[in-house]
Each structure stands twice: as C-alpha cells, then as structure tokens.
C-alpha cells in the first residue's frame, strides 16, 4: 500500500501570509495525487487534482506542484475562509487510493 | 448544482446494522462511479467502497469487506450503504462522493472524487 506522509502536522500562521504544505509518497504516485481542503461538519472540497490543476471554482491563491513522490501545495496569502485541514489523495492505485493523515492550517 | 445528501447515521449497538442512503442532485447520476468514505473522530479520512455505474462493480477496503455492501438506484439518484457486524471501529462519519474521470495524455486517466456530502455519523455502542 502507498503511504502518503503530509508534513507539517498543524501549521500556525496569519492571515495574509503564505502556506507551504507537503506531502511525500512512499513510492511513485506520478501526477495522480489530488488535494482537499476539509471544514468540521462539512464534506472534502477538491481544490487540486493531477497534482497541479485547479478544480472548478477555486481561487488563484491555491496552487500545487510536484510529481513522482513529493508534492507540494501552497496558499498565497491566506484568507479567514482558508483556515482548514488539507488532505491529499493518490490515486495512481485507484482502488482503494490512500488519503495523508492531513495538515491542519489553524490561525497564529 | 451538483449535491449529494447521506441520511441513515445514528447510534447503533456492536454486532448491528445500519443502512445509510447518499440522494444526488444537479448531474446525470448514473453516469458516473460512487464512492464511500468515512472519517473516524479524531482521526482522517479512509475510503470504504466504491461502484460502478450500473452497479455491475464494487470494490471495498479489507476491513469491511463480507460486512458492508454497497449498492445503487439510478432510476432514484440514490446510493446505499448496508453495513453489517458493526464493531468499535467502524465509528465515523460517513460521506459519499462522486468519482470523477480524469483522461491524463495517452488515453491513461484516474478518478478523483470532485463532489462529496456532508456526511452522516455512525456511531456504534458497546
């Protein structure tokens, strides 16, 4: 099973400033990686997939990167609204694909 | 606008049974493959089961696999979940989630899951 590692944990920071999340696989995942973006009493939001595309709808501000086993997303100048935990997804093996255990960005 | 709407969670005892229920709305449900996911308190997220679109294809995670059964009603936008044997760790939220293909070069692709409901808890009892 591919291991999806997010780093860091919980990432503390102002609004206004930029986020820089990880996450890094445990073998080759290609571009199949996607991210999203998750509020409590609320289902995921996709904000990226092909490791690099923006979904419908989303803001500029988010962007993503990477391929093989490292990826990264990064929020340009962070929104009340952004505050969230950020989970990525492989899905290189698409049964079952395998989800990072999150990043919570929470406000300094 | 593309929704989906699960019901069914509730409170249930260890070894029950419980039948939740995910209705679409704004897409030609059955034209796409349906998936369920489920979060753990505290914990994150862990995919469950997924379906064909005519339901001809399931696929399942080991740990629920000969207990939980997933199924599908075009004709009624519905997806189902019946889950079986419940144990401790089947406590979570559920959520249901439109799988959405991606054709990458080369006729090679994937699906992500692009739409997901606000999920229905579970929550079993010793």
């Known amino acids: 099973e591919i291991v999806l590692t997010q780093s860091p944990a919980t990432l503390s920071l102002s609004p206004g400033e930029r986020a820089t999340l990880s996450c890094r696989a445990s073998?080759?995942?290609?571009?199949?990686l996607a991210w999203y973006q998750k509020k409590p009493g609320q289902g995921p939001r996709l904000l990226i997939y092909?490791?690099?595309n923006r979904a419908t709808g989303i803001p500029a501000r988010f962007s993503g990167s990477g391929s093989g086993t490292d990826f990264t997303l990064i929020i340009n100048s962070l929104e009340l609204e952004d505050f969230a935990v950020y989970y990525c997804?492989?899905?290189?093996?698409?049964?079952?694909?395998?989800f990072g255990q999150g990043t919570k960005v929470e406000i300094k | 606008e593309v929704q989906l709407v699960e019901s069914g969670g509730g409170l249930v005892q260890l070894g029950g049974s419980l039948r939740l229920s995910c209705v679409g709305s704004?897409?030609?449900?059955?034209?796409?493959?349906m998936s369920w996911a489920r979060q753990p308190p505290g914990k994150g997220l862990e995919w469950v089961a997924k379906?064909?679109?005519?339901?001809?294809?399931?696929y399942y995670v080991d740990s629920v696999k000969g207990r939980f059964t997933i199924s599908r009603d075009n004709a009624n936008k519905s997806l189902y979940l019946q889950m079986n044997s419940l144990r401790d760790d089947d406590t979570a939220v559920f959520y249901c989630?439109?799988?959405?293909?991606?054709?990458?070069?080369?006729?090679?692709?994937?699906?992500?899951?692009?739409?997901w409901g606000q999920g229905t808890l579970v929550t079993v009892s010793s």
């Open positions: 989630a439109r799988e959405w293909w991606v054709e990458y070069n080369h006729g090679s692709g994937t699906y992500y899951p692009d739409y």
């Open positions: 704004g897409f030609t449900f059955g034209a796409y493959w």
């Open positions: 379906i064909s679109k005519d339901g001809s294809e399931t």
């Open positions: 073998q080759s995942v290609s571009s199949y």
């Open positions: 092909e490791a690099s």
């Open positions: 997804l492989q899905r290189i093996t698409w049964h079952p694909g395998t």
